[in-house]
Nanobody, 125 residues
Framework: QVQLLESGGGLVQAGESLRLSCAASGPPLTTRTMGWFRQAPGKEREFVAAITWSGGSTYYADSVKGRFTISRDNVHNTVYLQMNSLKPEDTAVYYC??????????????????WGQGTQVTVSS
């Protein structure tokens, strides 16, 4: 059974940075695309970023492009999300997820079959 555990969230001011980590336990996820999603109060969960198993391809939502960077360490089964120049609208619970592999699309929530519990990110203005 795969388990994903996010960490690194917190309260920061606008313009500051945070680095989220997602540690996977259980069967290795080295062959899976991994993604980060976020969900703000009253809103649907939305795609933030994804990275292929080799790290050779990365994908970002337009809202975070140029500010966030996704990376992975397959040796330690960990995925990271470096978030710079944070804005109040980035406030949300951030989730790590493992792609099911059944589709080439990386943005839909439905294409991920393992999820972490989430970590809260709050950005004050």
């Amino acid at each position: 059974q795969v388990q994903l555990l996010e960490s690194g969230g917190g309260l920061v001011q606008a313009g500051e940075s945070l680095r989220l980590s997602c540690a996977a336990s259980g069967p290795p996820l080295t062959t899976r695309t991994m993604g980060w999603f976020r969900q703000a109060p009253g809103k649907e969960r939305e795609f933030v970023a994804a990275i292929t198993w080799s790290g050779g391809s990365t994908y970002y939502a337009d809202s975070v492009k140029g500010r966030f960077t996704i990376s992975r360490d397959n040796v330690h089964n960990t995925v990271y999300l470096q978030m710079n120049s944070l804005k109040p609208e980035d406030t949300a619970v951030y989730y790590c997820a493992a792609h099911s592999g059944g589709s080439v699309l990386v943005t839909p929530v439905r294409n991920y079959n393992y999820w972490g519990q989430g970590t809260q990110v709050t950005v004050s203005s």
